[in-house]
């Protein structure tokens, strides 16, 4: 049995339509985890679909009831073969946002799969179901080839990714032990362009706070006070002034981070950020001495997601008495998360601005994480990929999103490697949601590749773990 077997293997599974019927039946399970209504399809998603699937692959599974109340299970299972073999985790979201019924393009129902020339449409096609079916049938072609996956493999399927995975941390930091891993392999999200694969191996991290000033009691008459009464959205203007300069460079000095090193630089080179889909970079936006890549995937971005004062629908004449900017943080590894406010702080004060308040999100924060494209596991798995698909896969050192990878570094320490399957145009999160049939197919078959590999014995060494 050789390589070419496992990933002949994973594409026949593609071209018998046992993808797209099974990917029919995961996308039937309405798993909206934002939806409190489907809570018991979340249960049903691990204990019908994913546990008898895990067990014919001669994993042992645990279900494991959310610490979180409200919050959906999570299911660990895992299949050893050896103490002395590599061990690898992986990982899958069972959830969905909402199915967003009756918004879809005619004829298009949510949860119900349907093929359209070379597009696969339902709801979790591309976010995560079909992701973690090519895991799973990858895993599968492997096994059928040599009769065993040649290492020990750990799953984690959980049902509340779209709710900001509640649960998880606690989980990984109660069950470090039965999680031990080399390396986290997993799919999530999209690849740059539809045609070459991508690796990305952390996310920059998110912060979302307010900015506020609230004067007195009460907005009052803008004729008789206009010229005594201080007016808050002139000086939140001029505070978000001192933020960013006219086109969004970074002018509080410890937000602007020290990690771009020449190394990542390389890195960034020649990826591509926006091919395809989306509006046109603006080229005079961001940090001057940058490119588009170092800027979205190198560096800190600042945004002002929303703000108000007074009611811009209806407004009267009046000094406001509020003003407020909803803010956020976009941040690369090296930007201490802790210190991010406090800096803040320093330089509005420093800058006149005492009276302006800042108030951090209830939602906290993503850290962010990054490993570097020479990473031994990272250099094996991009071999990999290029030996299967004769490409050199784009190699992102973090995206420029925000996921919830810090779990993964923070709790258990691993190296990350994140394949994804997607692509930008996948409209994940919205109506129409599908995945490209032609992309489904070859990601299987580098999947197979790469789990073949790492089984063949030549996977980084223990030593360098
Ligand atoms: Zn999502």
């Given at each position: 049995?050789?390589?070419?077997?496992?990933?002949?293997?994973?594409?026949?599974?593609?071209?018998d339509?046992?993808f797209?019927?099974?990917?029919?039946a995961?996308?039937?399970?309405?798993?909206?985890s934002?939806?409190?209504?489907?809570?018991?399809?979340l249960?049903?998603?691990?204990?019908?679909?994913?546990?008898?699937r895990?067990?014919?692959m001669?994993?042992?599974?645990v279900?494991?009831?959310?610490a979180?109340a409200?919050?959906?299970?999570?299911l660990?299972a895992?299949?050893?073969?050896?103490?002395?073999?590599p061990?690898?985790?992986?990982?899958?979201h069972g959830?969905?946002?909402?199915?967003?019924?009756?918004?879809?393009r005619d004829?298009?129902?949510?949860?119900?799969?349907?093929?359209d020339?070379?597009?696969?449409?339902?709801?979790?096609?591309?976010?995560?179901?079909?992701?973690?079916?090519?895991?799973?049938?990858?895993?599968?072609?492997?096994?059928?080839?040599?009769?065993?996956?040649g290492?020990?493999c750990?799953?984690?399927?959980?049902?509340?990714?779209?709710?900001?995975?509640p649960?998880?941390?606690?989980?990984f930091?109660a069950?470090?032990?039965?999680?031990?891993?080399?390396?986290?392999?997993?799919?999530?999200?999209?690849?740059?362009?539809?045609e070459?694969?991508?690796?990305?191996?952390?996310a920059?991290g998110?912060?979302?706070?307010?900015?506020l000033?609230?004067?007195?009691?009460g907005?009052?008459?803008?004729g008789?006070?206009?010229g005594?009464?201080?007016?808050p959205?002139?000086?939140?203007?001029?505070a978000?002034?001192?933020?960013?300069?006219?086109?969004?460079q970074?002018?509080?000095?410890?937000?602007?981070?020290?990690?771009?090193?020449?190394?990542?630089?390389?890195?960034?080179?020649?990826?591509?950020?926006?091919?395809?889909?989306?509006?046109?970079?603006?080229?005079?936006?961001?940090?001057?001495d940058l490119?588009?890549?170092?800027?979205v995937?190198?560096?800190?971005?600042?945004?002002v997601?929303?703000?108000?004062s007074?009611i811009?629908?209806?407004?009267v004449?009046?000094i406001?008495d509020?003003a407020?900017?909803?803010?956020?943080?976009?941040?690369?590894?090296g930007?201490?998360?802790?210190?991010i406010?406090?800096?803040?702080?320093r330089?509005?004060?420093a800058?006149?601005?005492?009276?302006?308040q800042?108030?951090?999100?209830?939602?906290?924060?993503?850290?962010?994480?990054?490993?570097?494209?020479?990473?031994?596991?990272?250099?094996?798995?991009?071999?990999?990929?290029e030996?299967?698909?004769?490409?050199?896969?784009?190699v992102?050192?973090?995206?420029?999103g925000?996921?919830?990878n810090?779990?993964?570094?923070?709790?258990l320490g691993?190296p990350?490697?994140w394949v994804?399957h997607s692509?930008?145009?996948?409209?994940?999160h919205a109506?129409?949601?599908?995945?490209?049939?032609p992309?489904?197919?070859?990601?299987?078959?580098?999947?197979?590749?790469?789990?073949?590999?790492i089984?063949?014995?030549?996977?980084?060494?223990?030593?360098r773990?």
């Amino acid at each position: 049995m050789t390589r070419r077997t496992a990933i002949a293997g994973a594409e026949t599974y593609f071209d018998d339509g046992g993808f797209q019927s099974d990917l029919a039946a995961l996308v039937a399970f309405e798993t909206e985890s934002q939806n409190p209504a489907q809570a018991a399809e979340l249960s049903r998603y691990l204990t019908e679909a994913m546990v008898p699937r895990l067990h014919a692959m001669g994993f042992e599974t645990v279900l494991h009831a959310n610490a979180v109340a409200g919050a959906g299970p999570i299911l660990v299972a895992q299949r050893h073969e050896g103490a002395a073999l590599p061990t690898v985790l992986t990982y899958g979201h069972g959830d969905v946002t909402h199915g967003q019924a009756g918004q879809w393009r005619d004829g298009l129902h949510p949860f119900e799969l349907t093929e359209d020339g070379a597009r696969l449409y339902g709801r979790g096609t591309a976010d995560n179901k079909g992701q973690h079916l090519i895991t799973i049938a990858a895993l599968e072609a492997v096994l059928r080839a040599r009769g065993a996956l040649g290492f020990n493999c750990r799953f984690v399927v959980e049902t509340g990714e779209e709710t900001g995975s509640p649960g998880l941390a606690a989980l990984f930091a109660a069950q470090k032990d039965a999680l031990k891993a080399d390396v986290l392999i997993a799919s999530d999200g999209p690849r740059l362009q539809p045609e070459t694969p991508t690796m990305f191996m952390g996310a920059r991290g998110c912060l979302d706070f307010d900015l506020l000033l609230d004067l007195r009691e009460g907005a009052h008459h803008s004729g008789n006070w206009g010229g005594l009464l201080a007016d808050p959205a002139i000086i939140l203007a001029q505070a978000l002034s001192v933020i960013t300069d006219a086109r969004g460079q970074i002018r509080v000095a410890e937000w602007r981070p020290n990690s771009l090193s020449e190394e990542i630089r390389a890195a960034l080179r020649d990826l591509p950020v926006c091919e395809g889909a989306g509006p046109a970079v603006d080229e005079n936006w961001g940090e001057a001495d940058l490119s588009p890549a170092e800027r979205v995937f190198g560096w800190n971005s600042f945004a002002v997601l929303a703000m108000q004062s007074g009611i811009p629908e209806a407004p009267v004449n009046a000094i406001s008495d509020k003003a407020r900017a909803h803010c956020q943080l976009r941040y690369v590894v090296g930007t201490d998360t802790e210190e991010i406010l406090p800096a803040l702080r320093r330089h509005l004060d420093a800058h006149g601005f005492a009276q302006v308040q800042i108030r951090a999100s209830e939602a906290g924060a993503f850290s962010p994480t990054r490993l570097s494209p020479r990473h031994p596991w990272a250099q094996f798995v991009a071999r990999s990929i290029e030996e299967t698909t004769g490409k050199a896969p784009h190699v992102l050192p973090n995206l420029a999103g925000s996921l919830p990878n810090d779990i993964f570094v923070d709790h258990l320490g691993l190296p990350t490697i994140w394949v994804p399957h997607s692509y930008r145009g996948c409209c994940q999160h919205a109506p129409d949601e599908h995945v490209l049939k032609p992309l489904c197919r070859e990601a299987l078959g580098l999947m197979a590749g790469v789990f073949w590999d790492i089984g063949a014995g030549d996977a980084p060494d223990a030593e360098r773990r």
